[in-house]
């Protein structure tokens, strides 16, 4: 049974890419970078996987042709990880082809633990194929690999987006306590302050935003030295306030119409987000 969009409409711009245009327009006016986001993962067949490519290259002609501010994330599974990992391969690399002619610019989503190895690596060859001016990538603080894969990272001088971390983990592979996670944020925030030109913060975690900002403003370096991104639909006069301060800033505009597992995520993340969902119905 497919839920009805209005449930969703609170955190996701649009079931198409032109219906999220307006959206993205008014946060472009309101001097925010985006990030689109074309919702899906773990597709099964090469026809999928197929279309996926085909529907990313849609998405970057269209923030061409509607001059957005704009780049893209990907989630590889979405480009056929589970099927064939060098199928995968050639479908980012015709992809980054397409954003690499026009300009434009693909960050690799960090998908479970599964496949973290897996998307590093193929980042990797990205990277050193298309540099940082065209790929980058996502590195969840949560993970106890992540002292390693942020070291790597920065040395690297690779574009990346560092977050908490959005998927369930065991003890095992992960941080569990919140206060731990903060702690490791804010050392590899440090890390790729320290070691990246321009890292980029994805939270809404006011104690880690006035970390980065306390650091910067404690080495004396300049507030465009980093970025804070932070989801479409949440805290937005927090991510307007940071830009007025003179913090460049990024929403992430997902849309498309397999939204449930996005969705579910943010519900699960704060259970305020559920009366977010409540209200949204009340307000057609
Ligand atoms: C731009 C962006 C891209 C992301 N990309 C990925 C990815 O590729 N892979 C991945 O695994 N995860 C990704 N995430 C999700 C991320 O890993 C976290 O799951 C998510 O951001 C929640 O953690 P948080 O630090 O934002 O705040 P939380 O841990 O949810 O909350 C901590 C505190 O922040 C404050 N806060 C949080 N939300 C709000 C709100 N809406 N209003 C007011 N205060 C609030 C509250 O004080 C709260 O107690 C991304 C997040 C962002 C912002």
Redesign the pocket.
């Known amino acids: 049974m497919k839920l009805p969009f209005i449930l969703a409409k609170r955190f996701v711009a649009g079931e198409q890419f032109e219906s999220s245009v307006p959206a993205s327009k008014a946060l472009n006016k309101a001097n925010h970078q985006l990030?689109l986001d074309l919702l899906g993962e773990n597709v099964a067949t090469k026809s999928e996987a197929d279309a996926s490519v085909a529907a990313y290259i849609k998405v970057l002609d269209g923030i061409k042709e509607y001059e957005l501010l704009s780049g893209i994330?990907i989630k590889l599974t979405m480009l056929g990880l589970d099927i064939d990992v060098e199928y995968c391969a050639d479908n980012l690399f015709q992809l980054l082809e397409h954003a690499e002619k026009q300009e434009q610019f693909v960050r690799i989503?960090?998908?479970g633990s599964a496949y973290t190895s897996l998307t590093l690596d193929l980042f990797k060859r990205a990277h050193e194929r298309f540099g940082p001016k065209h790929v980058g990538t996502?590195i969840?603080a949560m993970l106890h690999r992540t002292k390693e894969d942020i070291a790597e990272c920065a040395s690297m001088g690779a574009d990346i987006?560092l977050?908490?971390?959005?998927?369930k983990e065991s003890p095992k592979r992960a941080l569990q306590k919140?206060s731990d996670?903060r702690d490791a944020?804010n050392a590899y925030a440090e890390t790729l302050i320290q070691h990246t030109p321009f890292p980029r913060f994805?939270?809404?975690?006011?104690?880690?935003i006035r970390s980065v900002r306390e650091y910067l403003a404690h080495h004396e370096l300049s507030y465009n030295r980093v970025e804070f991104?932070?989801?479409y639909g949440?805290?937005e006069q927090?991510l307007s306030d940071l830009n007025r301060l003179g913090y460049p800033t990024?929403?992430?505009v997902p849309f498309g119409t397999d939204w449930f597992p996005y969705f579910s995520?943010r519900l699960a993340?704060?259970k305020?987000?559920i009366w977010f969902v409540i209200s949204t119905l009340f307000k057609r």
């Open positions: 990030t994330s989503d960090m998908e996502v969840q987006r977050v908490k971390g959005a998927y919140m996670i944020y994805g939270t809404h975690d006011d104690e880690l991104q932070m989801l949440l805290r927090g990024r929403v992430y995520r993340e704060r305020e987000n």
